[in-house]
């Protein structure tokens, strides 16, 4: 197996995406590429030696010649205050990866796609549907994608304009929840993912979709095996 590196990336953008989350855009030189899905270690380290280290989901697609994480900030997080508000363009970051290869889609692997996220969950999903983009229509038309994202609020949705950008894509089925408070005139569900959503959004299993799931633990767990109740073969989920 190849060696995976720990490599200094130097950023060159930096897009706050909500009050609690930047997305920091990087140029990695020797980067070997990566597949949707995956993610990188960040690390750091303070003047007296002392290291601190996390991992991060990739946002960007293998296509560009950038890579971008987002990151949700943690208040009491020894990581994140630090690269969401001390980081600017130009500043330098440590991390290694890719890391991960079952938790990944690849144009190869087709559709349909069912994509559920929570929170900061949606930043692998979004690099899954960045790289659905990327492809020649006929591809694009023989993967299918439905988005099923869960947030607290309308400001806490991350990727907020691209989401709705998605929504105009014929082959993509957008489909938020906000779980806390609505703004006025919204029309999408306002409680936490559950059987009845799940039932109503999923494709049907005899459609064989390719089911990925992120966000906090209670919410991957239950609609894991929700689906699987559904009749959705475990294996796809």
Not at 1 to 15: H, L, N, Q, S, Y
Not at 139 to 160: G, H, K, M, N, Q
Not at 185 to 203: K, N
Request: glycine content about 8%.
């Amino acid at each position: 197996p190849r060696r995976i590196e720990w490599r200094a990336g130097t950023v060159t953008d930096v897009v706050q995406e909500t009050a609690h989350a930047k997305t920091l855009v990087m140029d990695v030189p020797g980067w070997p590429g990566h597949t949707a899905g995956q993610h990188v270690d960040v690390r750091l380290t303070a003047e007296d030696g002392y290291q601190a280290q996390r991992s991060y989901s990739i946002a960007s697609a293998p296509s560009r010649s950038t890579l971008a994480i987002t990151i949700e900030r943690l208040d009491d997080g020894e990581v994140s205050p630090y690269l969401t508000d001390a980081l600017g363009v130009g500043d330098r970051v440590e991390l290694r990866g890719p890391i991960g290869g079952y938790f990944v889609w690849e144009p190869s692997m087709g559709g349909p796609l069912f994509l559920v996220a929570g929170g900061s969950g949606i930043v692998p999903l979004m690099a899954m549907l960045r790289t659905r983009a990327t492809l020649p229509a006929p591809s694009r038309a023989s993967s299918p994608a439905t988005l099923l994202y869960s947030s607290r609020a309308w400001e806490d949705v991350i990727y907020r304009d691209e989401v709705i950008a998605l929504a105009e894509d014929p082959g993509v089925n957008v489909v938020q929840t906000l779980t806390r408070s609505q703004p006025s005139g919204w029309t999408g569900f306002t409680r936490r993912i559950d059987a009845d959503m799940l039932t109503e959004v999923a494709p049907a299993p005899s459609l064989r979709p390719n089911i990925y799931i992120c966000g906090p633990t209670a919410l991957v767990e239950t609609a894991a095996q929700i689906l699987v109740e559904l009749g959705h073969a475990p294996a796809r989920v």
